[in-house]
């Protein structure tokens, strides 16, 4: 499912988060949104799967506008991994990523032999199948976050959206799941705040500051000094990394006054 | 394989709840202030139901006192425990907090000011469409305030259902008071501590129809309900229009409550209990969670009547005090117990 957003505003009670931003996500491309906290990445992503209104500006799915689709229609095409994921009431992993199929399932149909496989699939990709019948709730911080990656997958979506899927992780995981991402060859759009890793794993970069897109391109083009200096207001250095298609950008902590 | 025996095990639970309940309904009947015996109890029902004559007969005055004036009573237990138990369940997941309940968060309260309101101002008739009304504004008020300004948490919610329980109590039983005739002491009693001594054969209905209805409906909704569990966001990019459902589900909730208050008062703490207990038995899953906890609901307030009929001789306990005992320090247990995620974390 393509997404095309142009000139979105979104308002949270009076302060205007987002202003009047642009973007696609269509070609089976890994696109991602940087930009420091604040900037309004994850307010961009939340009109996106329908938890915000936009108070100007249109989203379009398929080329046909977001929020005249039934929820259940989206949801089949578009899955989430969010920030947002405590859970107070028990459930077994198996029961958590059964619930991707949700949108697939009518009312009192029962899951099948398909669901069933498309479950098992999805913990296979994140490497968890030996862990379907635990408690979600006895899981590390790591090991939720791929759970509900696999949810997502279960869903079987043609755009993935992901708000800091990596938060919390440590570098191996960080590496595993992005690369799970895109391994699966769909539109994806992700909120990120690792600029090597973006570098290293996206096809096409929007940069956000203060509610708009500072620059855009790819990785390459678009993560220079110049850029990082303006929207982080701190130094580096970037050298091209040699074996992939990343980048090596070293930071220089900003000047501390002391007194 | 895991399935398997996963399904086999919800499927002795419910067997097992069904036959405690039907052996819980004739045990109740004989209890009381003439004791009779369970054989005579099971005989009269089955002369009465299936026209079925026994060998062991049962005196006429026991035949009375079963089919007359407990078999009724014991039914509306039945229905009103099941009720109950069915609000705490859906409202649990609705509002996706583990300690939401009609009693707690004062929809209870809402639905005796609205009920007293109509008896008093001599509409006695309509009093269970003033209770849903009243318990319909409880349910607006608590929400609003537990939401207002931020987020709402555990501990919003629970203050909110406080504020409203005590706000709109007092001001039905000042209603009640300035009422002034005799009963009115008693007539609090029976609001703010519930009982189902008024239950007879002409009063029943309203309810058992409502609580079976609603149980149907809700029995139908396991998939919504349990991906609301996980959350705004999750039920949302699941497909689910969880504004739509969430105020339906309240409406709904609110309904059944106004339904229970007015037709035995206020019986607290049903909700609470017995979705938790489930829910350690079989999983969160509402596919099995609903009727389980259907079942037992029904049992447990058939229980507590017997218990608020018998404990003391000659006299009757409202039946409110007994889950009341048993409930907070349940309420108590689920509070300490931090998985479950009160206050912020």
Known sequence: ?259 | MKHKTVTFKFKLIIIILLLALLLSVVLALGFGAVKINPVHTYYILLERIFGFTAEIQATQSEYNIIWQIRLPRVLLGVFVGAGLSLCGTVMQATVQNPLAEPYILGISAGATLGATFSIIIGIGTANMFWAFVGSVGATFAVLTLASYGSKMTSSKLVLSGTVINALFSAVSNFIISIAGDSTGIMTIKFWTLGSLTRANWDNIWPAIVIVLICSLFFLTQYRTLNTMLLGEEAAVSLGINLNFYRKLYMLICSLLTGVLVAACGIIGFVGLIIPHILRALTGPDHRKVMPAALLMGAIFMLWADVFARSAVPNAELPIGIITALVGAPFFVYILVKKSYGFGGH
């Not at chain 1, 108070?55 to 689709?69: F, H, N, P, Q, R």
């Not at chain 1, 259940?72 to 969010?82: L, P």
């Not at chain 1, 996206?202 to 790819?218: Q, V």
């Not at chain 1, 083009?221 to 091209?240: F, G, N, P, W």
């Open chain 1, 1 to 259: 499912m393509d997404l095309e957003i142009k000139d979105l505003y979104i308002n949270i009670g009076e302060k205007q988060i987002v202003r009047g931003i642009s973007l696609n996500a269509a070609d089976r491309k890994f696109v991602a949104l940087l930009g420091p906290n604040g900037s309004g990445k994850s307010t961009l992503l939340r009109a996106v799967y329908r938890i915000l209104k936009p108070s100007g500006g249109v989203i379009l799915l398929d080329g046909k506008e977001a929020s005249k689709l039934h929820h259940k229609d989206t949801a089949r095409k578009m899955s989430v991994v969010s920030q947002f994921n405590s859970l107070n009431f028990d459930f077994t992993v198996k029961e958590i990523v059964m619930m991707g199929r949700t949108p697939h399932l009518k009312m009192l149909q029962a899951e099948g032999e398909y669901d069933n496989h498309m479950v098992m699939d999805a913990l296979e990709k994140v490497d968890m199948a030996a862990y379907a019948g635990r408690s979600f709730s006895s899981l590390s911080g790591g090991e939720k976050q791929r759970i509900i990656l696999a949810r997502a997958i279960a869903q079987e979506p043609k755009l993935l959206i992901l708000d800091e899927p990596t938060n919390h992780l440590d570098i191996r995981y960080q590496l595993q799941i992005l690369s799970i991402v895109k391994s699966l060859g769909i539109n994806v759009l992700a909120a990120l705040h690792d600029l090597n890793l973006a570098a290293q794993f996206c096809d096409y970069l929007y940069i956000m500051n203060g509610g708009k897109i500072d620059s855009e391109g790819i990785p390459r083009e678009v993560l220079t000094k110049e850029t990082i200096k303006r929207v982080y207001e701190i130094e580096c250095d970037i050298q091209k990394a040699p074996n992939n298609n990343g980048l090596f950008i070293s930071y220089y902590p900003p000047l501390i006054n002391k007194k």
